[in-house]
């Protein structure tokens, strides 16, 4: 449901926990990776000049290297962590306890608990089908660069299974019309709430 994903997005926005758990919710919905991949993700892998996220296979489900085009909105959430983790040159987002280590995985959930999202309505991985879903049904996107873009097991016509840079110019145009459009739904949504309080402390 758009309404509730832009409640979520502004949710995410305005948590109050640390920064590092901040930008890690605030990047998840833009690159809609699994959510190992994005505690485990180093600043090695990301490429500014490019605006790419080389995620190296060992740390992918499938066992294959994985791109990540990234949005100016994703670009923008990236640079203001590395003002914050960046000097370590480790991990984009490391444990509190340790800048050798990733994040760990009861951050987030933990984050979403404390926001009072019940782990029935929303996971870190909740993501993905959200973009899966929304993708394909509202913006309409080829199916192939979503499931690509999801890094499943993608074939062409001929049953050959499509390699880390298939597609890629499509790709990146998808994932900043995907961000764009989560602007607008975060927005909109904004502006829907502000204009009922408006209403009602006018009632009264």
């Not at 890690?24 to 505690?39: D, I, Q, S, W």
């Not at 019940?118 to 973009?131: L, S, V, W």
């Not at 097991?153 to 994932?175: C, E, F, I, W």
Request: net charge positive.
């Amino acid at each position: 449901d758009p309404a509730k994903v832009g409640r979520l997005l502004n949710m995410l926005e305005a948590y109050e926990g640390t920064e590092t758990v901040r930008a890690a919710l605030k990047l998840a919905p833009l690159v809609f990776v699994r959510p190992k991949e994005l505690r485990c993700a180093e600043w090695q892998e990301i490429d500014f000049e490019t605006r790419e996220w080389c995620i190296p296979a060992e740390k992918m489900k499938m066992g294959v290297d994985h791109i990540v085009p990234l949005s100016d909105q994703a670009i923008a959430i990236l640079e203001q962590q590395k003002l914050i983790t960046g000097h370590w040159d480790g991990y984009v987002f490391p444990s509190t306890k340790s800048p050798r280590r990733p994040m760990s995985d009861n951050a987030v959930l933990g984050a979403f608990r404390n926001m009072g999202i019940p782990k029935e309505e929303m996971t870190g991985h909740g993501f993905r089908a959200m973009a899966r879903t929304i993708l394909d049904e509202v913006l309409g996107e080829r199916v192939e660069l979503i499931e690509h873009q999801l890094a499943h097991a993608v074939k062409d016509g001929l049953g050959r299974a499509y390699n880390r840079t298939s597609h890629m110019p499509q790709r990146k145009k998808m994932m900043q019309r995907w961000a764009n459009y989560l602007d607008d739904l975060r927005i909109e949504t904004f502006a829907r709430s502000a204009l009922i309080l408006t209403k009602r402390f006018a009632v009264i």
